[in-house]
């Protein structure tokens, strides 16, 4: 009597079966990370260019030979902004009293590195207003010294602070969606999700559970 050999799979056949499942698992699960949107990883990114700007100004950093007012940060609409360099420095290497501190669009500031933050976010402005620009942040080229909208005043709430606020598209603020970058002129500069950045008077402030501690 003859009996059928049943067929079934091979080891190697299960393993080739196996092997395509969980490349097909890996480039999904890839492809679904890729398409999320990093918030946080954008403002690590923005924070990178800021503190490029000031290593720029407290090295001294020329521009094609000659001495700048410093560097700064500007934004040019709600999804790119760019790094640029302050006027040449008039005089001597150490007059800044005339050395304008923002940006023109002109030769006379000219844009170091142009960036664009991912599509699916944008720069909003928390307080209601129709443009989302936040205040220009500028270095001066002796000491680091921060200007806000080209004013440095550490002591002075409203003038002595630029907040990027960054968020998904249309997402409601705050939230895990929102990020906010807090630069003061009296140095710090920090990132929180929890709310907009607290108005301090400077180091010294009499809030300091809501400007010093967070």
């Not at 949107?37 to 403002?43: D, T």
């Not at 906010?180 to 300091?208: E, K, M, N």
Request: aromatic residues 10%; positive net charge; proline residues 4%.
């Amino acid at each position: 009597m003859n009996l059928k050999k049943e067929k079934g799979f091979s080891l190697i056949e299960i393993l080739v079966v196996f092997g395509i499942f969980t490349f097909i698992t890996i480039s999904l699960l890839s492809s679904n990370l890729r398409s999320r949107v990093n918030i946080n990883e954008a403002a690590r990114v923005i924070m990178a260019d800021i503190r490029t700007a000031q290593a720029y100004s407290l090295a001294s950093k020329q521009y094609n030979g000659t001495h700048r007012c410093g560097y700064g940060i500007h934004q040019e609409n709600d999804t790119s902004y760019n790094i640029y360099t302050g006027k040449q420095l008039p005089g001597t290497q150490t007059n800044l009293d005339n050395c304008e501190k923002k940006y023109s669009n002109s030769n006379d500031t000219p844009i170091l590195i142009s960036k664009l933050i991912d599509s699916r976010l944008e720069f909003f402005d928390s307080n209601g207003n129709n443009q989302p620009n936040f205040n220009e942040i500028f270095f001066d080229i002796y000491g680091g010294k921060i200007e806000i909208d080209g004013k440095h005043k550490p002591m002075l709430k409203n003038e002595n602070l630029s907040q990027i606020a960054i968020r998904k598209k249309n997402a409601s603020c705050p939230s895990s969606n929102c990020i906010y970058i807090c630069v003061y002129s009296f140095g710090r500069i920090a990132t929180r999700t929890d709310g907009q950045c607290p108005l301090c008077d400077g180091p010294a402030d009499s809030s300091p559970a809501a400007c010093q501690q967070w």
